[in-house]
């Protein structure tokens, strides 16, 4: 192991917290995975196998357990909206000692969840630009040909979020830190939710939706773009339409996926919160309320 490895719990090893763990520890960090017995079981005999465009095939070696155990350099929350509140018994708050808790999560709601259970100053969230998806335990397919993470540096010592930062570098993403967290989840969730609610209402996926439904697109992203910029977010909807018609047209949103799964949706983190955050504001977003209103009403 490296001088400067890392210890690294990571509560959720699915499509995006497992290969994160998978690549932390082939860079030579000792990563402990947090989940239910079945998965730990599997992760401890079999490892992670990574199936990927960007890094090739490989399996890592990894720790498991169903609960956090000792203090930890830093912890990533990579689980669903959906599993958080039961996951986070995974993650006593006096096992974690002083490391940061990195909550990958979407939406934008989830930051205030997470300092009421733990240290306000230890939780800085973050954000992931992946498609990555497992499929078994121990087992993940990455797509795309990038992982792109921030990390936000409002409460963290710098010390501390550098590295972090040197280490996820190191083992391939790419990494900024950047200084205003609101307007970091804002800038992603005005990318996400047009991507996650539109695929998700036509059950298509993005090249569909950027030829068939290329006013409904536009019009959402509008809306989402003046919700994030009312949270300081850098973004306009010229940029966020380029970053759409750049993705290969086969792609989906997870939101997506878990509807064809017959997973619970992310819609409340996502389409909710949105919804709030414009009510607050009195932004209007019709779309949006339709969308999520459909959604919430399907069979």
Not at 184 to 209: H, N
Not at 274 to 281: K, M, V
Request: proline residues 8%; contains cysteine.
């Amino acid at each position: 192991m490296a001088n400067n490895a890392l210890t690294v719990a990571i509560l959720g090893p699915g499509g995006v917290g497992g290969l994160l763990a998978a690549l932390l520890a082939r860079a030579g960090n000792r990563v402990i995975c947090l989940a239910g017995p079945e998965t730990v079981e599997t992760l401890r005999t079999k490892g992670i196998q990574v199936h990927s465009t960007r890094f090739g095939d490989f399996t890592a070696r990894v720790e498991a357990d169903t609960e956090l155990r000792e203090p930890v350099d830093v912890c990533f929350i990579a689980v669903k909206h959906t599993a958080l509140d039961s996951a986070l018994d995974r993650i006593p708050p006096a096992a974690l000692g002083d490391g940061p808790v990195i909550p990958l999560l979407n939406g934008v709601e989830h930051p205030a969840l997470l300092r009421n259970r733990y240290r306000p100053d230890r939780v800085s969230p973050g954000i992931i630009r992946v498609e990555s998806t497992r499929v078994a335990p121990g087992e993940i397919e990455h797509a795309s040909p990038f992982v792109e993470v921030d990390l936000t540096s409002g409460t963290v010592p710098e010390t501390q979020l550098k590295a972090l930062a040197d280490a996820l570098t190191e083992a391939g993403p790419t990494v900024r830190v950047l200084d205003d967290e609101a307007a970091a989840l804002w800038s992603k969730l005005a990318f996400l939710a047009p991507f996650a609610l539109l695929t998700t209402r036509y059950a298509v996926p993005l090249g569909t939706i950027r030829t068939e439904h290329a006013d409904e697109l536009s019009a959402l992203t509008a809306e989402t773009v003046a919700v994030a910029r009312a949270y300081g977010a850098p973004t306009d909807t010229a940029q966020i339409m380029a970053r759409y018609n750049a993705f290969p047209p086969e792609s989906k949103s997870s939101m997506q996926r878990d509807a064809e799964a017959g997973r619970p949706l992310e819609l409340d983190a996502i389409g909710g919160a949105l919804l709030r955050a414009a009510a607050h504001h009195d932004i209007p977003v019709p779309v949006a309320t339709r969308l999520v209103q459909e959604l919430d009403t399907r069979p």
